[in-house]
Structures are given as structure tokens and as C-alpha cells.
T-cell receptor, first 114, second 113 residues
Framework: QKEVEQDPGPLSVPEGAIVSLNCTYS??????FMWYRQYSRKGPELLMY????GNKEDGRFTAQVDKSSKYISLFIRDSQPSDSATYLC??????????????FGTGTQLKVEL | DTEVTQTPKHLVMGMTNKKSLKCEQH?????MYWYKQKAKKPPELMFV???????INESVPSRFSPECPNSSLLNLHLHALQPEDSALYLC????????????FGDGTRLSIL
């Protein structure tokens, strides 16, 4: 079983739809949870970052964490064609010696169509 | 534009060449990372530096040699690479305080002939 599971998609939605992206994880050592967006030929861009169970909202994006179920979600409201990208969930654990180690989901490819 | 700058953006090299990838950040971060990303796959961690010292080497072959000359710079020296090493190489940085988020550059797209 992978430490982080994410539906790879692809996911195609019409403009204006609400998008729900999800990840599950098995490692209780994960403390912080992130969502990255990656456009083609670009590096991952940090969208959301949270460490506690509950919801965190930033504009059209809402990140949800349920530590008891080991489940995280990203909701995108009023989706736009510019949201078309690959979305990666990531979870971190502190590393002895400094820094932290991210474990990524496989990524979900999203296409928002006009 | 990202705050982590990687050069070059593209690199084509033969299996006998020696080349270096460079990464620079000016966010005052003290942890820096190298990742390898193959098409349609998530990034895979290669190395972690904290305060210019190597803290993680994820069993990366010795043909990849990292170097952190100062807190703003990270290099990846390449020698005798194989065709399967063709990938996008990403650099990231973070504050070195627990689980601070990592910020990525746009990568160097490497092709081995």
C-alpha cells in the first residue's frame, strides 16, 4: 500500500463547476499537508498549506483535512480554464538533521473546459 | 516567476559529458532540495541540505553529486549519466524550522543522448 493515494484522473469539468480533489494517507507521522499545482513544463506551485484538521480557505480554494480518517481534500469553486493543471497533494514529516521530507500523491490531471 | 531560480532551463548532454545544474534562492531559506521528476509522475526526492550540510541522500547513484557552496546556492554535478536519467530536475527550498512548506523552481529539463 502506498503511503499516499490520489486518484490520477484525468478529470474534465465545465467552466464554473466545483472541483473536488482528494488524497488518503496511511502514515500517522505526517504532520503538515499541502496542495501544489503544476502547469505543463513548470515546477510545482504551492497552493495551500495546513497542519490541523478542519478547513482553510483562500479565495476560490478550500483545503480540508481530516486526520482521524487520514483524508485530505482540495475544493476549487467557480473553476476556470486557467485552473487546468496537475494537482499534487503532499505531506511532510520532519527530517533528523534538518529540513523536511515531502511524500507526494501521484497527481490528478484537471481540465476545465469552456 | 518563482523565487527559486534554476539554470539552465534545458540541457542536452552525452553520456560521457560533465555538466552542472544550478539553483539559487534569496528567501533566506536554510533547507534546499533536489528532486527528479519523470513525465506524469510526482517529484522524487534526491537530496536534502540543511544549513549547507547534506542531511538526506535517497540512495542516489554517485553519478549525481550535490554541492551547497552557501545558503543561497545549490548545485548538482552530473557525470556519466544514463539515458534513463533524462527527466525534469527540480530544486526547492524551505525555512529550516519543522514542517515549513517547500517552494519549487521551474526545473531543468535534462536529456541524455
Amino acid at each position: 500500500q502506498k503511503e499516499v493515494e490520489q486518484d490520477p484522473g484525468p478529470l474534465s469539468v465545465p467552466e464554473g463547476a466545483i472541483v473536488s480533489l482528494n488524497c488518503t494517507y496511511s502514515n500517522s507521522a505526517f504532520q503538515y499537508f499541502m496542495w501544489y499545482r503544476q502547469y505543463s513544463r513548470k515546477g510545482p506551485e504551492l497552493l495551500m498549506y495546513t497542519y490541523s484538521s478542519g478547513n482553510k480557505e483562500d479565495g476560490r480554494f478550500t483545503a480540508q483535512v481530516d486526520k482521524s480518517s487520514k483524508y485530505i481534500s482540495l475544493f476549487i469553486r467557480d473553476s476556470q480554464p486557467s485552473d487546468s493543471a496537475t494537482y499534487l497533494c503532499a505531506m511532510s514529516a520532519v527530517v533528523t538533521g534538518g529540513g523536511n521530507k515531502l511524500t507526494f500523491g501521484t497527481g490528478t490531471q484537471l481540465k476545465v473546459e469552456l | 516567476d518563482t523565487e527559486v531560480t534554476q539554470t539552465p532551463k534545458h540541457l542536452v548532454m552525452g553520456m560521457t559529458n560533465k555538466k552542472s545544474l544550478k539553483c539559487e534562492q534569496h528567501m533566506g531559506h536554510r533547507a534546499m532540495y533536489w528532486y527528479k521528476q519523470k513525465a506524469k509522475k510526482p517529484p522524487e526526492l534526491m537530496f536534502v541540505y540543511s544549513y549547507e550540510k547534506l542531511s538526506i541522500n535517497e540512495s542516489v547513484p554517485s553519478r549525481f553529486s550535490p554541492e551547497c557552496p552557501n545558503s543561497s546556492l545549490l548545485n548538482l554535478h552530473l557525470h556519466a549519466l544514463q539515458p534513463e536519467d533524462s527527466a525534469l530536475y527540480l530544486c526547492a527550498s524551505s525555512r529550516d524550522k519543522g514542517n515549513q512548506p517547500q517552494h519549487f523552481g521551474d526545473g531543468t529539463r535534462l536529456s541524455i543522448l
